[in-house]
């Protein structure tokens, strides 16, 4: 039977080596430090009836889905980090929308003040104009 031989890094980047051995025909396994997660995952598989005897391609499958759900973590801690950004973001975006939006209202005000205060002027000078227009009439 032909077995694969795999290179598999955990988290702890020390590659797991599974090679025949060939002193007893069985396997040869070489790993470095793992996580216990890791580890009872391993030892869940090689007590799995059949595990051990697959054939190459189921092997490569089953390591195909654990780098699957590796990268699928990985893709769902990004996907929690883009988050926290994203209402970081809106966070930001709300504290500058509402400090423009009393601007916006100050401004506002202002321009309605100036617009009384300019009638209130052309009101007057043309109340005098009328006078001094009477004053010149009467001369």
Not at 21 to 45: C, Q, T, V
Not at 105 to 119: G, Q
């Amino acid at each position: 039977m032909e077995f694969p031989i795999p290179s598999v890094t955990g988290q702890s980047s020390k590659p797991v080596t599974i090679a025949p051995n060939a002193s007893d025909g069985g396997l040869l396994l070489r790993w470095g430090l793992f996580d216990p997660r890791e580890l009872a995952r391993f030892k869940e598989l090689l007590e799995k009836p059949g595990t051990v005897g697959m054939s190459k391609e189921e092997f490569e499958q089953m390591w195909v889905r654990k780098s699957l759900r590796e990268t699928l973590s990985t893709v769902e801690e990004c996907v929690g980090k883009l988050e926290g950004s994203m209402e970081d973001v809106n966070e930001l975006f709300n504290s500058h929308r509402d400090k423009l939006s009393k601007m916006n209202d100050a401004l506002t005000a202002m321009m309605m003040a100036l617009k009384e205060e300019t009638m209130a002027t052309t009101l007057a000078l043309s109340t005098r104009i009328e006078e001094l227009e009477g004053e010149l009439a009467s001369c």
